[in-house]
């Protein structure tokens, strides 16, 4: 929520990493993280500047934890959406595209930020990102680096059931479609 005002304040280059909201909502589970949208509707002033057109008048205590993760993943990028529409130069990556092709992402967003892509870097990248790295998380470990990130990025496709997937795709539209089409949800 402090982007926009980095943004504009201090002037900071912004790159915003948007992640679709079913791998996301599966990571939430993995590491037993619970959100209470009570906490985001007891924000008064977000509540006035951003969330009340969605959670006012929401009964959170009848929402189930998939629709409750589904209403978090969804608070957050209406936000971010109204930031980056007042903001145009903020920069977009989808996690998923980061993913799929880490290096090719990463050079574009290293030349939109003038820094320089050498050999090193891409190396680092390669090792970090590549096949043969793992894909599975360790349940409780919130950060692991060494990871096949294309197959990560599909992962979720074999893990999550359609009548989640459709659950939380109910409860976070329209922000989903911004970014996510059809196919996405696949």
């Not at 948007?18 to 977000?46: C, K, N």
């Not at 990028?77 to 998923?96: F, Q, T």
Request: with cysteine.
């Amino acid at each position: 929520f402090a982007s926009e005002w980095l943004h504009r304040q201090i002037g900071m280059q912004t790159v915003v990493i948007v992640r679709h909201p079913v791998p996301t909502e599966s990571s939430y589970r993995r590491l037993g993280w619970d959100f209470p949208l009570e906490q985001l509707i007891a924000m008064d002033e977000l509540m006035a500047d951003h969330l009340a057109p969605i959670l006012g008048g929401l009964d959170v205590h009848a929402l189930d934890p998939l629709e409750n993760a589904a209403m978090v993943w969804r608070t957050y990028y209406y936000v971010l959406a109204r930031y980056i529409d007042r903001n145009p130069d903020m920069i977009v990556v989808r996690h998923e595209d980061l993913c799929a092709e880490p290096l090719r992402v990463l050079e574009g967003l290293y030349d939109k930020l003038d820094l320089r892509f050498d050999s090193r870097i891409r190396d680092y990248v390669t090792e970090y990102t590549g096949k043969g790295n793992q894909v599975e998380a360790t349940a409780t470990q919130l950060h692991e680096l060494h990871r096949d990130s294309a197959a990560v990025a599909k992962k979720w496709r074999t893990e999550v059931d359609a009548a989640d997937r459709a659950t939380i795709r109910k409860w976070t539209e329209p922000e989903a479609s911004r970014w996510y089409s059809d196919d996405d949800w696949a």
